[in-house]
């Protein structure tokens, strides 16, 4: 990366409970931007993870003393990058990792767009063994990405505002997609570099005499799942109908997916029934465990 770009890119990755494995991820792309947020969201840190962080002069650590949400600990990340002067914000899970030059590749496509339209870049996302990016320079315009890999423009996020921190995590990712279109922003994803990220836990499916892989959720992502994207495709309907239906029928499936195939689907389904009873009551933020 040029040493103009590395001045302009900033990174920030979202911490819960992290493992030491976390490090070998954020070494990926630490070189690509010219500091890192790490914001904590754990409720108790890891002393050992800290430590390390603390050490590299490129790491700036803040600690949210207790899980705050994805959508605060991005808003936190945007608002040092901007305050350090950064146009741009590369946005990281912690248990994503960047392959060599993605930062580089993301700009190469800003390059060739009017980058006062452009609301977020992102690289293709590798969530399966055996999946890789393509090897063509396509930059193309995309209704919505996963948050991890985003390179977020600055400017636009000072014009459309915040990560909205009610919806605590999932659907976040979304929301804000929708939300630079509906202001006229667009969202591009670069095809020829990719993110190895891990979504949810992989389990090994036999059917039919076929072998293949499912993401499974735990049954506190599902609650917020469900909730909130009730809430965004509400939000959003008339604005976007064909997401509307289409994410009508993910959900469908994804349950039908559940029935068949997930562990723990009784749990799931109570979580996902207690999520929509939450968005038709109005009730956001984070979720917290009710009396029986």
Same mark, same amino acid.
């Given at each position: 990366?040029?040493?103009?770009?590395?001045?302009?890119?900033?990174?920030?990755?979202?911490? $819960?409970?992290?493992?030491?494995?976390?490090?070998?991820?954020?070494?990926?792309?630490?070189?690509?931007?010219?500091?890192?947020?790490?914001?904590?969201?754990?409720?108790?840190?890891?002393?050992?993870v800290v430590r390390q962080l603390t050490a590299i002069p490129a790491v700036s650590y803040h600690s949210n003393?207790?899980?705050?949400?994805?959508?605060?600990?991005?808003?936190?990340?945007?608002?040092?990058?901007?305050?350090?002067?950064?146009?741009?914000?590369?946005?990281?899970?912690?248990?994503?990792?960047?392959?060599?030059?993605?930062?580089?590749?993301?700009?190469?496509?800003?390059?060739?767009?009017?980058?006062?339209? =452009?609301?977020?870049?992102?690289?293709?996302?590798?969530?399966?063994?055996?999946?890789?990016?393509?090897?063509?320079?396509?930059?193309?315009?995309?209704?919505?990405?996963?948050?991890?890999?985003?390179?977020?423009?600055?400017?636009?996020?000072?014009?459309?505002?915040?990560?909205?921190?009610?919806?605590?995590?999932?659907?976040?990712?979304?929301?804000?997609?929708?939300?630079?279109?509906?202001?006229?922003?667009?969202? %591009?994803?670069? &095809?020829?570099?990719?993110?190895?990220?891990? =979504?949810?836990?992989?389990?090994?499916?036999?059917?039919?005499?076929?072998?293949?892989?499912?993401?499974?959720?735990?049954?506190?992502?599902?609650?917020?799942?469900?909730?909130?994207?009730? %809430?965004?495709?509400? &939000?959003?309907?008339?604005?976007?109908?064909?997401? !509307? !239906?289409?994410?009508? !029928?993910?959900?469908?499936?994804?349950?039908?997916?559940?029935?068949? %195939?997930?562990?723990?689907?009784?749990?799931?389904?109570?979580? &996902?029934?207690?999520?929509?009873?939450?968005?038709?009551?109005?009730?956001?933020?984070? $979720?917290?465990?009710?009396?029986?």
């Amino acid at each position: 990366m040029s040493s103009a770009a590395h001045e302009q890119v900033a990174g920030v990755v979202v911490l $819960y409970n992290p493992a030491a494995d976390v490090l070998d991820n954020i070494r990926s792309y630490l070189s690509q931007v010219g500091r890192l947020y790490a914001i904590d969201n754990s409720e108790r840190s890891n002393p050992e993870v800290v430590r390390q962080l603390t050490a590299i002069p490129a790491v700036s650590y803040h600690s949210n003393s207790g899980n705050l949400g994805v959508a605060s600990a991005l808003n936190r990340g945007a608002e040092l990058a901007l305050s350090d002067g950064y146009r741009f914000l590369l946005t990281m899970d912690q248990d994503s990792r960047a392959v060599p030059g993605m930062v580089s590749a993301l700009l190469h496509c800003l390059s060739k767009l009017d980058q006062a339209t =452009v609301g977020i870049i992102s690289p293709s996302h590798v969530t399966k063994p055996g999946v890789s990016s393509v090897d063509v320079d396509d930059c193309r315009k995309v209704q919505y990405v996963m948050t991890s890999g985003n390179l977020l423009n600055l400017r636009t996020y000072q014009t459309v505002g915040a990560f909205k921190e009610d919806l605590f995590i999932d659907f976040v990712d979304v929301e804000y997609c929708l939300r630079l279109k509906a202001h006229g922003f667009s969202v %591009f994803q670069v &095809m020829n570099t990719h993110l190895d990220h891990r =979504v949810g836990e992989l389990v090994e499916v036999k059917f039919a005499n076929s072998l293949f892989h499912i993401t499974s959720h735990s049954p506190l992502r599902m609650y917020y799942k469900t909730r909130n994207r009730f %809430f965004v495709a509400n &939000m959003y309907r008339w604005a976007f109908p064909a997401f !509307w !239906w289409k994410d009508k !029928w993910r959900f469908f499936l994804e349950i039908c997916r559940l029935l068949l %195939f997930e562990p723990q689907k009784i749990l799931k389904i109570k979580m &996902m029934w207690r999520g929509w009873s939450d968005y038709r009551q109005g009730k956001y933020g984070k $979720y917290h465990v009710r009396q029986s």
